[in-house]
């Protein structure tokens, strides 16, 4: 049974940093892509990044272009989201999913499996 559980959520001020990591288990981690998506209240949810199953193929939302980065350790079944310059409409829950192929979509119909997610807030 797959399993993915997130972390690294919080409270940060526009401009600050955070750090999301996903890890999975009752998966070959390394032979799927990743994805993270992010719902905020009463909105749809929305692509943020994907990464294929080596790591060199990613895609990201235009959104977060430039201000976030996914990443994936193989060896530790993890994939990261680091996110910089945070603003106000970065507030959302986060979570993650797993590809049902090697590599990373921005539509979500092609992951199969979801993690809880993790609440990030950037407010004053």
């Known amino acids: 049974q797959v399993q993915l559980v997130e972390s690294g959520g919080g409270a940060v001020q526009p401009g600050g940093s955070l750090r999301l990591s996903c890890v999975a288990s009752g998966v070959v981690f390394s032979s799927h892509g990743m994805g993270w998506f992010r719902q905020a209240p009463g909105k749809a949810r929305q692509f943020v990044a994907a990464i294929s199953w080596s790591g060199r193929g990613t895609l990201y939302g235009d959104s977060v272009k430039g201000r976030f980065t996914i990443s994936r350790d193989n060896a530790k079944s993890t994939v990261f989201l680091q996110m910089n310059n945070l603003k106000p409409e970065d507030t959302a829950v986060y979570y993650c999913?797993?590809?049902?192929?090697?590599?990373?979509?921005?539509?979500?119909?092609?992951?199969?499996?979801w993690g809880q997610g993790t609440q990030v807030t950037v407010s004053l």
């Open positions: 999913a797993k590809s049902g192929s090697d590599l990373g979509y921005s539509n979500d119909f092609a992951y199969d499996a």
